[in-house]
């Protein structure tokens, strides 16, 4: 069963990856995103933010001793029966990735690699939320799929449309018990969907890839802009006005990291701080900040990130996730394999 599964994906990857999948991510930057940038109004950077720089919190100051990065040799391969992964996400032990190659989702055990179907007629994930379903004996995945331009739930083999007519989705993360945010490459907009109608909250970014989220902010990855790389926001209430948010408002200043290539997935750790994948000339990195302090100090640029994993997998990295307990799962959108690392462990040689 195995070895079909594998024939499947690779020869109908061969046909549809390059296709569908590059439409996101470039050489460095393929036809939509390219497109989104050429026809984008150009804008002058956003004025310097002139508040009182603040003191670093206890996890910055930690962070802030800790320099050392993972490299490839700190990386150990779990081995999925898959081909050219995209989405993944953590969920109970267990990874769920998507193959654009044949349009499947997978459920791969995170320890030993045990790979199954879970799923088919996903046709492009570059993000997901794997959660515990309604009845708490099950997961349930909301997936937006680039490729037809919705927002599907899947929940015990049944697939339903949470939102519809998007305009390339691309990233995903929860806002409430019941709604969720989602990024619009081509719409280079945000929009709140799951419950009524999808409501845009942010416009006018740049190729929106990654978004992550906590009770009181929105950060999202531009991977059109690296003077945009990831900027911040408030994350509206019942009793904010005047939505949607314009990104490019100069009065205001919504930089929180800049100075970086092809940011992909970015994700909350359980330790408070925002994780990134990006590009650094060839090779796939991810970073991390806190980002209290990056929004306190106007922003923090490519010098104060604190590169956590070096690899030498191929840009950009289609793939980040972390587990509870700070295992980060990573892969290059060019390549099967899934590598993880224990982020409270020791690189080796130090």
């Not at 050429?38 to 802030?64: C, F």
């Not at 790979?115 to 492009?124: D, E, P, R, S």
């Not at 007519?165 to 929860?174: A, M, Q, S």
């Not at 092809?262 to 991390?288: C, K, P």
């Amino acid at each position: 069963m195995k070895k079909t599964i594998r024939s499947i994906c690779i020869l109908t990857s061969f046909v549809l990856v390059f296709i569908v999948t590059a439409q996101s991510f470039a050489d460095p930057i393929k036809d939509d995103i390219r497109q989104a940038v050429k026809t984008a109004t150009p804008s002058t950077p956003n004025p310097i933010v002139t508040n009182t720089p603040i003191s670093p919190s206890p996890v910055a100051a930690a962070l802030a001793t800790s320099t050392t990065s993972f490299t490839q040799a700190d990386l150990s391969l779990l081995t999925g029966n898959i081909q050219r992964p995209n989405a993944l996400a953590w969920h109970d032990g267990k990874i769920f990735a998507a193959c654009t190659g044949d349009w499947t989702v997978y459920q791969i055990d995170a320890t030993s690699g045990t790979t199954a179907q879970y799923i088919y007629g996903v046709k492009n994930a570059h993000s997901m939320i794997a959660q515990t379903d309604d009845a708490g004996t099950g997961t349930s995945l909301l997936i937006p799929d680039f490729q037809s331009n919705n927002l599907v739930q899947i929940t015990r083999g049944v697939v339903k449309n949470i939102a519809t007519n998007l305009n390339g989705p691309w990233g995903i993360t929860r806002f409430s018990d019941t709604q969720f945010l989602v990024t619009n490459l081509r719409g280079n907009d945000v929009v709140l969907v799951g419950e009524g109608d999808p409501k845009t909250v942010i416009t006018k970014l740049r190729s929106p890839t990654g978004i992550a989220a906590d009770d009181k902010f929105i950060y999202v990855a531009n991977t059109g802009s690296a003077r945009r790389a990831i900027e911040w926001f408030d994350a509206p209430t019942d009793s904010t006005k005047n939505l949607p948010v314009d990104a490019e408002d100069k009065t205001v200043s919504h930089s929180l990291v800049t100075g970086l290539q092809n940011v992909t997935n970015i994700v909350i750790g359980a330790d408070g701080l925002l994780y990134f994948g990006y590009s650094l000339g060839t090779r796939g990195v991810v970073g991390r900040v806190d980002p209290a302090t990056c929004r306190g100090n106007g922003g923090c640029s490519n010098d104060q990130i604190q590169i956590v994993v070096y690899s030498e997998l191929a840009a950009p990295l289609a793939g980040v996730t972390l587990s509870d307990d700070m295992r980060l799962y990573i892969h290059s959108i060019f390549s099967p394999e899934i590598y993880w690392v224990d982020l409270k462990s020791t690189p080796v040689g130090k």
